[in-house]
């Protein structure tokens, strides 16, 4: 045989060895980016740019422009994963943000949940916390959508102990919980976190990642993937122990930078861990 031959043949088998080989597993838990990470274009230009990161999905803020982003959305191939919306508790009075009763109709028959944030405080807070998380959830129910209490640093719920409480009252079988790293840290880690998923686990419909420092203010809190201190990895290894298998969305609130350059940095990091502990399931 010829050396050319040879050379190539070699060239031929390498290649066919790598197009054979299986692919590197993942974890199953879809991944989602939030539409605050996507630059602020138009819902186009954001799936666009969701689409072309790897990413399973996106989140919306605010109950506008529903049917654009599921127009989008479904052109791609990508999920609406979260709707989030919010509700004041202040004053003696619940008021909602507009739009929620359209942009819940809008939703009917999809499997987007609606995340549902409540602020304010007051005297009698907690019982008109309640009563807004019951009006969403029966909203929701009506068109076959589950709800979610979304906790926020600042807020009347500001954990994951406030939105579980708050659920546990509101005795709504459409109402679940979320898990936010970001506002988790903001509002004092709990060092026991795998009880509390563990506790959470039946309702919790969601978690948000992202590169973070174990403390300081929001630049240091919200960071792509790849960046911080904080052993991310750690706690979604937790996660995954505990049985979690729902999705999982990077926040990226405020950060700075050029949003494609964050959103590859931190699908990297995603990808990495995924695998390691795909591989680890596997073994085990």
Known sequence: MKPCNIVVGLWLFTVACICSAPPAPRLNNPFFVFDDGLGGGTPVQE???????GFDGISFDGAKLVTERLKALDERGLQFFF????????????????????????LKGRSTIVWLTIRGGGSGAELRAVEAARKICDLAAQENLRVALYPHYGMYVARLSDALRIADEAKRSNLGVTFNLCHELRSGFDPDVRTLLERALPRLYAVSINGADQQGDWDQLIQPLDRGAFDVAGFVRTLIQVGYDGPIGLQCYAIKGDPRTNLEHSMQAWRKMSTQFAESLQKN
Do not use: K, Q
């Open 83 to 106: 709707l989030y919306v919010g509700a004041n508790v202040s004053d003696g009075h619940i008021v909602y943000e507009p739009g929620i009763e359209d942009s819940i109709r809008a």
């Open 47 to 53: 799936t666009e740019l969701a689409g072309e990161g």
